[in-house]
């Protein structure tokens, strides 16, 4: 289920990321283990995590490059494979999808859309924002993606 495509202003967010390269069809697999290592880095380092988990899409096509991370509250430096990042601050795009992660796709396309009718361009890349922990909650029906796009003209 789709919600209303909104725009918002929002603040920079540091953040904690392991940058990856995959396959639409991979990047779920791959996740299961990124996540848990920027996690496991949070906690070791005593980073206090300020937001749900995201991947944020570099590129896509054949092969995507995109980042798995966490926001924190204040910045951290990286170690090894996690890397100190932010997410965009200013405004954004954002729409709430509801359901499993295989349906993201509908409201990236429905943001797409929406950028084309309103005369809009991203000015950065892309996130889903995993609002719905699936540890707690194994319906995927009720499980909620916040997917934001960066407003440039």
């Known amino acids: 289920m789709l919600g209303a495509i909104e725009t918002r202003t929002i603040e920079a967010q540091p953040a904690l990321v392991i940058r990856a390269r995959g396959s639409a069809a991979t990047i779920g697999a791959m996740l299961a ?3 848990p290592t920027v996690h496991q880095f949070i906690q070791r380092t005593g980073a206090e995590m300020a937001g749900p988990p995201f991947v944020r899409y ?33 405004e954004v795009a954002v729409v709430t999808y509801t359901g499993p992660y295989e349906g ?31 540890m707690q909650e194994p319906d995927s029906t009720k499980w909620r993606t916040d997917v934001y796009y960066p407003l440039g003209g």
Not at 60 to 80: I, L, Q, S
Not at 110 to 132: F, K, M, N
Request: proline share 9%; charged share 20%; no cysteine.
């Open 33 to 35: 283990d990124l996540f």
């Open 58 to 90: 570099l590129t896509m096509g054949n092969e995507w490059d995109f980042e798995a991370g966490a926001p924190v509250a204040t910045a951290v430096p990286g170690e090894g494979r996690v890397e100190a990042s932010s997410l965009a601050g200013g």
């Open 104 to 134: 993201v796709g509908e409201a990236h396309e429905a943001i797409g859309t929406w950028l084309a009718e309103q005369g809009r361009l991203p000015s950065g890349p892309p996130w889903d924002s995993y609002v719905t922990d699936p």
